[in-house]
């Protein structure tokens, strides 16, 4: 009797402990998540950044907030390679086009078409280099897109035991 009362006075002290130093949010306990993008949504609210990486503290008993952070910003960056270089593949595209419509109709009045062809130049050089940054940014977002979803389908599908002041928390889902 002795050493059950000295277990649960230990496990009541050791209860308040835990509780007292573990990182939950009371919004977002226990909570599946929804990534849609590099948003986190819980419960159809979105969360910001510092919230969404508290969900992936503890994702089977491992520390995942930094890998959130990581594949987050991987996945921007490969959103931002896109875009940006589908902008300036466009816009190297049509400056291409409006250099080579100046350049036939200075060659038909015999004028100098030297800056014409620098101007084509700079603007056929900015279509490869978009398309190269579209080309590259397309699989980066990928990557870590398909690492965000595999991130939460880890945490929605989990065993989770977490310390709360009232007692443990037991969250099954599947």
């Not at 402990?17 to 993008?37: F, H």
């Not at 030297?114 to 398309?131: D, E, H, K, Q, T």
Request: glycine share 8%; proline share 2%.
């Amino acid at each position: 009797m002795k050493k059950l009362l000295l277990i649960i006075c230990v496990a009541f002290i050791s209860l308040n402990a835990t509780a007292q130093y573990s990182a939950t949010v009371p919004e977002i306990d226990n909570r599946p998540v929804d990534i849609r993008g590099s948003r986190v949504y819980v419960d159809k609210k979105k969360l910001d950044k510092e919230s969404a990486a508290l969900c992936f503290s503890c994702v089977n008993g491992v520390d995942r907030s930094s890998d959130y952070l990581k594949y987050r910003v991987g996945y921007k960056t490969g959103l931002g390679l896109t875009f940006g270089g589908l902008g300036l593949a466009a816009a190297g595209f049509l400056g291409t086009s409006v250099t080579t419509i100046v350049a036939l109709a200075k060659a038909f009045t015999d004028e100098s078409t030297l800056g014409v062809s620098i101007a084509s130049y700079v603007s056929i050089g900015s279509f490869f280099v978009g398309s190269a940054c579209f080309v590259a940014g397309i699989p980066i977002a990928c990557i870590y897109k398909t690492r965000l979803n595999r991130l939460e389908k880890e945490h929605n599908a989990s065993l989770q035991i977490n310390a709360t002041s009232n007692g443990f928390s037991l969250a099954i889902s599947f």
